[in-house]
């Protein structure tokens, strides 16, 4: 679903796993196809704002991916690489 870790690690706590079954489960996902997941999201979002103010568009495009439930850290530095280009 594109999820971030944030996101996974709520709803399969919501589901009733321990939270070693979750962990588990996070480690699998290698860093690499993280960023790239969180890459392409970002771009594939950033072609759909339509707003005109920078920083309203990146506020829609952040807080887009933090629903997603992805680190801030993250989120904020993509948002800063995509629209200072």
Do not use: H, M
């Amino acid at each position: 679903k594109k999820w971030g870790k944030l996101r996974i690690q709520r709803e399969l706590k919501a589901r009733g796993l321990t939270d070693y079954n979750i962990e588990a489960g996070l480690s699998e996902i290698t860093d690499d196809d993280y960023c790239d997941t969180l890459n392409l999201l970002a771009e594939k979002k950033q072609a759909t704002i339509k707003e005109k103010n920078p920083y309203k568009a990146k506020a829609k495009l952040a807080n887009f991916l933090l629903y997603r439930g992805f680190e801030p850290e993250l989120v904020y530095e993509i948002v800063d690489e995509l629209y200072d280009e």
